[in-house]
C-alpha cells in the first residue's frame, strides 16, 4: 500500500514568487494535516483539513492557504515567498479527525529553498 | 511560544543499555500525546501514543510514561538498538486534532 506522497521532493523559488505543494494521502485516510519544519526545529502545524473543510488553522500569515480534494488529495499554496519559508513542508494524513483519532502518518516533505 | 519542549538536543547510550528520551509540556488541556522517529530525508514515523487517562503504554521495545502533574512524559527504548539512532520528536495535542511539537532529541546509540 502506498503512503503519504508528497510532490515536488525538492525546489527552489525566488523571493515574491508563489508555490504549490501537493499531497496524496494514505487511501481510506480523509483527513491531512500540513506542517512545515524549519531547520532544527519540530514541525509546526499549519492547517488540517476533513472533508474537504479546514477544520484548524495554526498561526501562519495569510499567505499560507490550502484545500483538500474530493479525492481528499491536498494543495498548500504559499504566496509572496519570504526568505523565512525556506523549510521541510511535510504532509500527514489520518482516518478521521477529532478525537483521538489516531496516529498522524507522515509523507517524506518537500524541501523548499527561498533565495 | 513553544508548548512542548524537548530540552535535551542529543543523547549516547550504549547498545543494550536503556534510552530514556523526555519531553515537557505546558498546556494543561493537552490530553493525547505521541512519539515520532525521524531518519534523515524521511518523514517522521509513529512509534507510540498515550492518551491523559493512562499513565503509561508499552509497545515492544518501547514504553512512555506521562506525569500529568509534573506536564511531563518520557519515552523508555530498552533495549537501545544502533538502529534506533534518529531524531525524536514527542508531540501533543487537544483530542488528536492539531499537534504540537518538540524540537527533538538525536539519539546515537553506540555498537
Known amino acids: 500500500d502506498a503512503g503519504v506522497t508528497q510532490s515536488p521532493t525538492h525546489l527552489i523559488k525566488t523571493r515574491g514568487q508563489q508555490v504549490t505543494l501537493r499531497c496524496s494521502p494514505i487511501?481510506?485516510?480523509?483527513?491531512v494535516s500540513w506542517y512545515q519544519q524549519v531547520l532544527g526545529q519540530g514541525p509546526q502545524f499549519i492547517f488540517q483539513y476533513y472533508e474537504k473543510e479546514e477544520r484548524g488553522r495554526g498561526n501562519f500569515p495569510d499567505r499560507f492557504s490550502a484545500r483538500q480534494f474530493p479525492n481528499y488529495s491536498s494543495e498548500l499554496n504559499v504566496n509572496a515567498l519570504l526568505l523565512g519559508d525556506s523549510a521541510l513542508y511535510l504532509c500527514a494524513s489520518s482516518l478521521t479527525a477529532g478525537a483521538y483519532s489516531g496516529e498522524l502518518f507522515f509523507g517524506e516533505g518537500s524541501r523548499l529553498t527561498v533565495l | 511560544d513553544q508548548q512542548v519542549k524537548q530540552n535535551s538536543p542529543s543523547l549516547s547510550v550504549q547498545e543494550g543499555r536503556i534510552s530514556i528520551l523526555n519531553c515537557d509540556y505546558t498546556?494543561?488541556?493537552?490530553?493525547?500525546f505521541l512519539w515520532y522517529k525521524k531518519y534523515p530525508a524521511e518523514g517522521p514515523t509513529f512509534l507510540i501514543s498515550?492518551?491523559?487517562?493512562?499513565d503509561k503504554n508499552e509497545d515492544g521495545r518501547f514504553t512512555v510514561f506521562l506525569n500529568k502533574s509534573a506536564k511531563h512524559l518520557s519515552l523508555h527504548i530498552v533495549p537501545s538498538q544502533p538502529g534506533d539512532s534518529a531524531v525524536y520528536f514527542c508531540a501533543a495535542s487537544v483530542t488528536g486534532n492539531q499537534f504540537y511539537f518538540g524540537t527533538g532529541t538525536s539519539l546515537t546509540v553506540i555498537p
Open positions: 487511501s481510506g485516510h480523509k483527513s
Open positions: 498515550i492518551s491523559s487517562i493512562k
Open positions: 498546556n494543561s488541556m493537552f490530553d493525547y
